[in-house]
């Protein structure tokens, strides 16, 4: 797991000799769950599987939810248990966004305190070890809104090397550790709707401010709409409402989130317990 051009599909391809499509620069390419051909390490066979960050250019952030809480549990409930999660991020960013936090926040609630110690930080993109970049690495390992909470709950930090040999050495790290049970399958497998998880109160949460930030651009908007109106400058009165009717839609979009996640959850199940059984038949 991890943001959208984190690597994880490269890291994939390097270490199980995959040909999975590779994203360019910030564009996302993976839009699905997908897997890897099976290669073995440690004289055991390894399966790693590849998933959209939440922040996909592509699809919605509920979208991606839909997509690997079904994956998910599908694999859960044939008995197909993860040995552990390896969560990429990129060194070469100066900074840690809010996109890269969001990702980040969305991942720890998939997988639940319990399951840390089965989790892997992978840092990647190195280039040239300076300074800097080492001081990046400290404040990922010793900052609370950052690492630290996660890796003082029994995760590791890593770093990938961009060689298959790395990728292997952080893989050993999962092979032979017993397998672990995420959050979200735990709260699916309880019978809990999609809409009742963890990791949906994170993104509803999300979506609400987001949706409040709607209205209030929707309102200054209106504002506008009418001064431009009262001036008589029909050009722009015309731009106005043209923008005004783009932020109508997509705050009707964003409160019909949660109720198009409900609606589709269980369709995109069915398609997912599918194809998983064509894969294995």
Request: hydrophobic letters at 35%; aromatic letters at 4%.
């Amino acid at each position: 797991m991890g943001a959208t051009g984190s690597g994880k599909t490269t890291f994939i391809n390097a270490a199980s000799g995959s040909e999975l499509r590779v994203g360019m620069g910030l564009e996302s390419c993976t839009n699905e769950v997908q897997m890897s051909q099976p290669f073995f390490l440690d004289g055991r066979r390894v399966i790693l599987v590849d998933t959209p960050g939440f922040d996909d250019t592509t699809k919605s952030d509920t979208d991606v939810l839909k997509m690997i809480a079904a994956y998910l549990q599908t694999m859960h409930k044939q008995g197909n248990l993860l040995s552990g999660v390896i969560y990429m991020h990129r060194i070469s960013d100066i900074r840690v966004g809010g996109t890269s936090r969001r990702d980040f926040t969305m991942f720890q609630e998939l997988c639940g305190k319990e399951a840390y110690r089965n989790v892997l930080m992978v840092t990647n993109m190195w280039g040239d070890i300076n300074e800097d970049v080492l001081a990046r690495e400290k404040e990922l390992r010793e900052k609370d809104i950052f690492f630290k909470p996660i890796l003082d709950n029994g995760a590791v930090l890593l770093r990938h090397m961009n060689d298959p040999e790395s990728a292997h050495k952080i893989i050993g790290n999962l092979t032979g550790v017993d397998p672990v049970v995420l959050r979200i399958q735990s709260e699916l497998a309880a019978g809990n709707d999609i809409t009742e998880t963890g990791a949906f109160a994170q993104l509803n949460r999300e979506l609400m401010e987001q949706a409040e930030r709607n209205r209030q651009e929707l309102e200054k908007l209106r504002v506008e709409l009418e001064e431009a109106a009262q001036a008589q400058d029909e050009e722009t009165r015309m731009e106005l409402q043209e923008e005004s009717e783009k932020m109508e839609a997509e705050l009707l979009r964003v409160q019909n989130e949660a109720t198009r996640l409900a609606s589709e959850y269980q369709a995109e199940l069915r398609r997912i317990e599918e194809e998983l059984r064509a894969r294995a038949g």
